[in-house]
């Protein structure tokens, strides 16, 4: 009786790992890699404009959209405003007190329906609840168009790189209070890229403007006291030194350079240089993240296509893996790392770089190169269809 019984177990044990194993051989795959379900929170029918980043301030996103701009509620993705009119293709939004401040660039009036030959550009200024827009001229578009979509603010102050071909580069800081004007910073022969402000400081990337055809050239680094506008220090990178859109970001006493032709990180106080290599290329207007001793960011198209994980440290990379089209900023929660890729969503373990699975019901931009933001455990992706809100709660 107990052989029979033992018998009859063993059959079941069987039976058991055989319909495991065919529900495994089973799973469907993307690329050889296992698709898996996500949790979506909601979709909202917002459009972002390829690139730049859209604002996540308390529980609402501000999204430029092709003529205007749009208000989204995070915790529900309901729309709280919309508007149009707003001449915005290639500018990012930046808030102070309870307005939003996005270019408007009239360089070239063709492109636009709305612009009826208007030739000037001009900072439109929003209130946050969308019911009210003014606007500031801030120069003729000969002498301020190039590189006025890079915005940046502190305080109650904006700053950004005019590179017209009449006076230069210069580095301009407008006071949204007093509508003052200052010019803090100028360079003949340069090109203006990512302006990043903190606590008073400014750090400012700029190429030489017969190299943005190309990638091999020397950008220099140019950090400024913004109390009495005098430059603290100055570095020209061997290796990450195309100043592009988005590559500079500020973890504790650092400056890291997360850039198109290379990484490098720098003490931001003295501009002591902690590595500088050519290993790991990030993209031009994704952003990068920081989990411990590690950094974690992805290389476009054009640069090889590839998710990093490297020692914010040393620069050396713990691990990497090749994409599609990458260039978002990815997003990180209990050890899981988010990449948005333009035809899937791709799930890492964030510690060894092993992929866990991908879904494709969810895309990134056709466009992969614009920063995607977080709120509290979504990661929020644009595409052709929208926002989407994914909850990042993906168990190891």
């Known amino acids: 009786?107990?052989?029979?019984?033992?018998?009859?177990i063993l059959m079941f044990i069987t039976l058991t790992l055989t319909m495991c194993q065919c529900s495994l051989n089973q799973q469907e795959l993307y690329q050889g890699k296992p698709i898996i379900k996500v949790d979506i929170a909601w979709r909202s029918a917002v459009y972002q404009n390829a690139n730049f980043a859209y604002l996540v301030s308390g529980n609402t996103a501000y999204i430029p959209e092709g003529d205007g701009v749009a208000a989204?509620?995070?915790?529900?993705?309901?729309?709280?405003?919309?508007?149009?009119?707003?001449?915005?293709?290639?500018?990012?939004?930046?808030?102070?007190?309870?307005?939003?401040?996005i270019f408007e660039d009239y360089a070239n009036a063709n492109e636009s329906a709305i612009s009826n030959g208007v030739t000037y550009s001009r900072i439109v200024k929003i209130s946050i609840d969308g019911s009210k827009v003014d606007y500031i001229i801030v120069g003729p578009s000969e002498e301020w168009e190039t590189r006025m979509a890079y915005l940046s603010s502190y305080s109650?102050?904006?700053?950004?790189?005019?590179?017209?071909?009449?006076?230069?580069?210069?580095?301009?800081?407008?006071?949204?209070?007093?509508?003052?004007?200052?010019?803090?910073?100028?360079?003949?022969?340069?090109?203006?890229?990512?302006?990043?402000?903190?606590?008073?400081?400014?750090?400012?990337?700029?190429?030489?403007?017969?190299?943005?055809?190309?990638?091999?050239?020397?950008?220099?680094?140019?950090?400024?006291?913004?109390?009495n506008n005098t430059v603290i220090w100055e570095k020209t990178p061997n290796y990450a030194n195309y100043m592009g859109a988005?590559?500079?970001?500020?973890?504790?006493?650092?400056?890291?350079?997360?850039?198109?032709?290379?990484?490098?990180?720098y003490n931001k106080n003295t501009g002591e240089e902690i590595f500088d290599n050519n290993e790991a290329e990030g993209g031009y207007f994704g952003g990068c993240i920081f989990n411990g001793d590690y950094a974690y960011f992805t290389s476009p198209l054009y640069n090889g296509k590839r998710v990093y994980c490297i020692n914010r440290n040393t620069g050396a990379i713990v691990w990497s893996d090749s994409g599609e089209q990458l260039g978002t900023t990815p997003h990180i929660n209990n050890g899981v790392l988010y990449v948005a890729e333009q035809t899937h969503l791709r799930l890492y373990n964030a510690t060894n770089g092993q992929v866990i699975g991908v879904t494709t019901s969810i895309k990134g931009q056709t466009f992969q190169l614009s920063p995607t933001e977080r709120y509290k455990d979504l990661m929020l992706i644009c595409n052709d269809e929208g926002m989407v809100a994914v909850r990042m709660n993906y168990k190891l």
């Not at 009786?1 to 009859?8: E, F």
């Not at 750090?203 to 190299?211: K, S």
């Open 156 to 227: 109650n102050k904006l700053f950004w790189g005019s590179s017209g071909s009449i006076n230069g580069t210069k580095l301009i800081s407008l006071d949204t209070e007093t509508l003052e004007k200052v010019e803090i910073f100028s360079t003949s022969n340069q090109i203006m890229g990512k302006i990043l402000i903190s606590n008073n400081i400014a750090y400012v990337g700029h190429i030489p403007q017969a190299g943005i055809s190309h990638f091999n050239i020397h950008g220099t680094i140019t950090v400024i006291n913004l109390s």
């Open 246 to 265: 988005f590559p500079f970001v500020i973890k504790d006493d650092r400056l890291y350079v997360i850039d198109g032709s290379g990484t490098a990180c």
């Open 1 to 8: 009786m107990r052989i029979k019984m033992n018998l009859i």
């Open 72 to 101: 989204v509620n995070l915790d529900n993705g309901a729309i709280k405003w919309r508007i149009s009119g707003v001449f915005a293709p290639k500018s990012n939004i930046e808030k102070i007190g309870d307005y939003l401040y």
